[in-house]
């Protein structure tokens, strides 16, 4: 039987079997076909980047940061971006998982040229994942993590003085993460967890380039490219809730290639009504630390708090309502220095925008 030509080119052997359209192509054209698709998100609408743009890319030594940084170069240089890009890493402290994978990243410094910010949670909150673990347990560890990576991201950007950041999230993850706000009745977060750009709750703006790139296509170009990542798994997320999702994605998936993208479609039409606005909280500043909140504590100085009490899990229920003094003794996160420029939204207006952008009826 002869070999199977491209789809695309007609004249290659084909080599790859997209998991996105099942089309049957040769290594080049894939290569080109993924990274105008990435392009076309990115320049979609009014455009994720302006010119001149200093640029964060989370760096976690992974796959999908990995594949960003590489096709973020390529594109930058191919399209005349006009971006300042950075890497920016967030230590956890996850002995075995996090030490090894930076060790990636410094790898991918070396070989994009870009600069490199590592800010780690023992600096920033004076707690590592691995301390934090063995006080609270594996169960629902992966809520003080996100918490508390979120705020160090912007942490970091600030110290870069970059206008945006963007993340590896591919259309796996936020699939994921619509199912997962669907099953958790989470209206605020299901009303913008689709959104490509998004500064609701951010001080900097952040967006996902791979928001329509499956998760097997970026592990296709990553090997296929051999580019150099770590694959091993956080030794602390078998038990997250995310987990339960992404088994139930995988199952559709198998069954419909489609339904990652039809679920993304899902999510960016559902609309929030207006008396469900009015009933959100204002979002204001944290009356301890000075980041965005929408109560008297951010909840990463309460989640802090509740560790520094010495608390377990019961660390998750600790209140957002307290006054600006911590108690004597306990370590608090330091002020945080708002970022300001001209032409990019504070978080109120940023806030104020992504409301906007939710449709009610």
């Known amino acids: 039987m002869p070999p199977t030509p491209c789809s695309l080119c007609h004249t290659a052997r084909a080599l790859v079997k997209r998991p ?19 392009h076309n998100t990115i320049i ?37 971006y006009g971006l300042d890009l950075f ?7 996850i002995t075995g998982y996090r030490d090894d994978s930076l060790e990636t990243v410094k790898q991918n410094q070396v070989e994009y040229g870009l600069p490199l910010k590592i800010l780690s949670y023992n600096e920033l909150y004076g707690w590592t994942m691995d301390k934090i673990v063995e006080q609270v347990g594996r169960r629902n ?25 963007v993340t590896g999230h591919n259309a796996d993850d936020i699939a994921e993460t619509v199912l997962m706000n669907i099953m958790r009745g989470d209206i605020a977060r299901l009303g913008r967890c689709t959104a490509v750009t998004t500064q609701s709750e951010d001080t900097i703006k952040r967006s996902k380039p791979f928001k329509y790139a499956y998760e097997k296509e970026i592990v296709m170009y990553a090997y ?10 956080c030794i602390y997320s078998p038990d997250a809730y995310r987990g339960h999702a992404r088994v139930f994605l995988k199952d559709l998936e198998a069954i419909r290639p ?31 630390c000075g980041y965005i909140s929408s109560n008297d504590l951010c909840k990463a ?29 306990h370590r608090t996160i330091p002020m945080f220095e708002r970022y300001s420029k001209v032409g990019i939204a504070q978080p109120t207006e940023g806030i104020e925008k992504g409301v906007q952008a939710v449709e009610i009826r």
């Open 87 to 93: 890497l920016l890493s967030i230590d956890e402290g």
């Open 224 to 233: 296929f490219k051999k580019l150099t990542y770590f694959s091993t798994e």
């Open 20 to 38: 996105k359209t099942g089309q049957q192509v040769c290594k080049d054209c894939f290569f080109e076909v993924f990274e105008t698709e990435v």
């Open 44 to 80: 979609e609408g009014k455009g994720i980047f302006e010119r001149g743009e200093k640029v964060a890319i989370g760096a976690s030594g992974g796959k999908d940061s990995t594949v960003l940084a590489h096709v973020l170069s390529v594109l930058n240089k191919r399209h005349n």
């Open 141 to 165: 560890n992966c809520t003080f993590c996100g918490v508390f990576r979120r705020q160090a991201l912007d942490r970091g950007a600030a110290q870069l003085n970059v206008d945006h950041i």
């Open 301 to 329: 100085c309460a989640l802090l708090e509740g560790l520094e009490a010495g608390l377990d899990r019961s660390a998750l229920r600790q209140t957002q309502d307290s006054s600006t003094a911590a108690p004597v003794g």
């Open 258 to 288: 489609s339904a990652i993208v039809d679920i993304i479609h899902s999510g960016e039409s559902f609309v929030l009504e207006q008396s469900v606005q009015k009933g959100m909280k204002a979002m204001q500043t944290c009356l301890r």
